[in-house]
């Protein structure tokens, strides 16, 4: 048989592997097409199709009978996670092998491990520390800051393939894929002493769905508490938050009208543990008062703004444009303390009892990071809006929603820009 007939067999053998290592991936593993070309080189992928070189996967099965299966599942994990660019800088690039190799050292089955796995999984655990999340931005980031022996080093150990010959193609269906492993492997893995945590938690990264914070203000200030059966305007958020609310009902936005009469209220809680967020919440308070006085609710109506970090430190009315520009002109974060959410909601429930609050739609927590959550369900709708959070996994109850909005998408400001991301539950 000829050379490149034997390194097709290895490959064609390795697909089989690859399958039976890892079922929730064989619909993945199904979706790449593999070729073998003649000469020696690292195999890439052009986003539909691995090639492999004929002389090297013979090199390598001989050395290794894994290698080629790790390869191969090196390069369908690439796609699952999104990392279909051609021309990353450097940093990118190994980060992304990292995560990669991380994950198939975490999952360490019979046909693709490889050897050096504990070096490798030390040198990436550290990184990740380093980093504060397993996610290519902020991986690319603290690799930069690292000398160049280690660079090479860390090449060395992580690059499998050539990220040259890539091809952004089927984004929409690899999206969908990585959606579907997710979903397999939370339904299905069972008793895998964590070895699936990692491809989960990277998985949750990548799948955060971009959203338009606007919109959400928007939907949040305006919408009324009934429920209808159409879900042609559907939105997750709003969605699941029914759901958990009212049973089995969604909830929808409503039209921008105002019940005559009714008196509406808001509070944002502010989080002011942060030392950094002064623009951005300064921003968020803008443009949730933009909202409030564009939908009509800002007639006869409250936006309240508590600060709070481990106790509320104020309580500010903003009824006007003025009353907003006081406030924020003199905006200081106060405390400084560790982050409490429930000092707000035992505030605001006083405030309720006392007669101080006459009709509250809903409270929003704008926050960069953990806090202690109330343990009971509040009277009135609640939204956590996460600042810059760094792809932290948050508890958040069930009761509310969440959301997580990036510093530079508030300060750029202007229509279009104000994309957030939302954790999927
Ligand atoms: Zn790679």
Redesign the pocket.
């Known amino acids: 048989m000829d050379r490149i007939e034997t390194a097709r067999d290895i490959v064609s053998s390795s697909t089989s592997r690859l399958c039976l290592d890892m079922r929730f991936l064989t619909r993945a593993v199904l979706s790449l097409k593999t070729t073998v070309v003649e000469g020696e080189g690292m195999p890439g992928c052009d986003g539909s199709t691995v090639a492999f070189h004929a002389e090297t996967v013979l090199r390598s099965f001989r050395e290794d009978p894994n290698s080629v299966t790790r390869d191969l599942a090196?390069?369908m994990l690439?796609r699952i996670l999104g990392?279909d660019s051609p021309d990353n800088c450097p940093s990118s690039?190994l980060a992304?092998?990292m995560l990669?190799?991380y994950v198939l050292d975490c999952l360490d089955t019979p046909h693709t491990s490889v050897p050096g796995r504990e070096d490798r999984m030390f040198v990436c655990e550290r990184l990740f520390a380093k980093a504060g999340a397993p996610a290519v931005d902020l991986l690319s980031a603290t690799v930069e800051g690292t000398s160049k022996w280690q660079l090479d080093l860390h090449r060395r150990m992580?690059?499998?393939?050539?990220?040259s010959v890539r091809r952004p193609v089927d984004v929409a269906l690899w999206s969908e894929l990585s959606q579907q492993v997710m979903a397999e492997v939370e339904g299905f893995v069972r008793d895998d002493d964590g070895r699936t945590s990692a491809l989960m938690r990277i998985l949750r990264i990548r799948n955060r769905r971009r959203y338009d914070y606007r919109s959400f203000l928007r939907k949040f200030m305006t919408r009324r508490t009934t429920v209808r059966e159409s879900q042609t305007e559907f939105d997750p958020i709003f969605y699941t938050y029914g759901l958990s609310r009212y049973g089995n009902l969604p909830l929808i936005d409503s039209l921008e009208q105002s019940d005559s009469g009714t008196v509406d209220e808001f509070v944002i809680a502010v989080d002011t543990s942060g030392s950094t967020m002064r623009g951005p919440v300064v921003r968020f308070l803008e443009e949730a008062f933009d909202v409030f006085r564009q939908t009509g609710v800002g007639r006869d109506s409250n936006l309240h703004v508590i600060q709070c970090d481990d106790m509320v430190r104020s309580d500010d009315v903003v009824r006007s444009e003025g009353d907003l520009r006081r406030l924020v002109s003199g905006f200081e974060l106060k405390g400084g303390g560790g982050t409490d959410f429930r000092p707000v909601f035992d505030y605001v429930d006083r405030l309720i009892d006392e007669g101080g609050f006459r009709n509250l739609r809903g409270l929003m927590y704008f926050t960069d990071g953990y806090g202690t959550y109330p343990s009971r369900r509040p009277a009135y709708d609640v939204a956590f809006v996460f600042c810059d959070d760094r792809y932290a996994e948050h508890d958040v109850p069930p009761w509310a929603m969440r959301i997580v909005v990036r510093t530079e998408d508030l300060m750029q400001g202007g229509e279009g820009s104000g994309s957030a991301e939302q954790d999927v539950p």
Request: net charge negative; hydrophobic share 20%; glycine share 0%.
């Open positions: 090196h390069c690439h990392h690039d992304e092998d990669v190799e992580f690059v499998r393939d050539d990220h």
